[in-house]
């Protein structure tokens, strides 16, 4: 499932340009919206005034390149983790493993590499050094966009998890490894994946805050609509 191009509120466009720039992403911005070209995804913010809590997106890296893309990220952004670790192994099935930063308006933002897709490196990071290698010498910092390969996992906040996932499947979209829970549903397959959870639950590892009820549109192809909420729409 390729998650082509995820629209999200901000409380601010100016802050999310600087971070996303930070990381090294092309970065589209104009009076009321900012687009980022993360791999072959996009994202698009717009301002929404009043905005609570967090959204949460996983981006995937290439197998073979988390030692450095954890390395990369860390020079511009705040690692998260809990109990004084910040790399984390899936859960049973995912064969991944994670390490999770902040983003703007506290997005929980995460790296992932999953074992079972290809180790090639987008050719415009092939400079990189490969895990156990060293950093560049020369004091340039690596920018991190040439690691990304695409959006891989949206967060959703839906008032239903289980109906939700029943809704998902009769468009094709199965729930991905372990079977649903009642506030914890990944979507979808190792190219990317729908988080839906409780509108309660706190994002890991932080367990300092909620998922935002902003809109978010997410564009899988679908050739159709389906909304899981108010203001949740896939496409």
């Given at each position: ?24 992403c092309a970065v589209l911005a104009d009076d009321d919206s ?202």
């Amino acid at each position: 499932m390729h998650i082509r191009q995820v629209q999200l509120a901000t409380r601010s466009l100016d802050d999310t340009v600087r971070f996303y720039e930070r990381l090294g992403c092309a970065v589209l911005a104009d009076d009321d919206s900012v687009r980022v070209t993360v791999g072959s995804s996009q994202l698009v913010f717009r301002v929404l005034d009043g905005m609570t809590g967090a959204h949460h997106l996983a981006f995937t890296i290439p197998t073979g390149t988390f030692a450095d893309a954890k390395r990369r990220v860390a020079e511009v952004a705040t690692v998260l983790g809990a109990d004084g670790v910040d790399e984390f192994e899936g859960p049973a099935g995912w064969d991944s493993r994670s390490v999770y930063f902040e983003g703007p308006d506290r997005q929980l933002l995460e790296l992932i590499e999953r074992r079972e897709l290809p180790d090639a490196v987008p050719a415009a990071g092939r400079a990189a050094p490969a895990d156990g290698q060293a950093a560049p010498a020369d004091g340039h910092r690596a920018p991190l966009a040439p690691l990304l390969v695409s959006v891989s996992e949206v967060g959703i906040a839906v008032p239903d998890v289980p109906g939700a996932v029943e809704a998902l499947r009769q468009h094709g979209l199965d729930p991905y490894a372990d079977p649903p829970g009642p506030d914890f549903a990944p979507v979808g397959d190792v190219d990317g994946l729908l988080i839906l959870v409780s509108s309660g639950r706190q994002w890991f590892p932080t367990l300092d805050r909620v998922p935002s009820s902003a809109p978010v549109v997410v564009d899988l192809g679908l050739g159709t609509t389906v909304e899981l909420a108010e203001g949740v729409l896939l496409r």
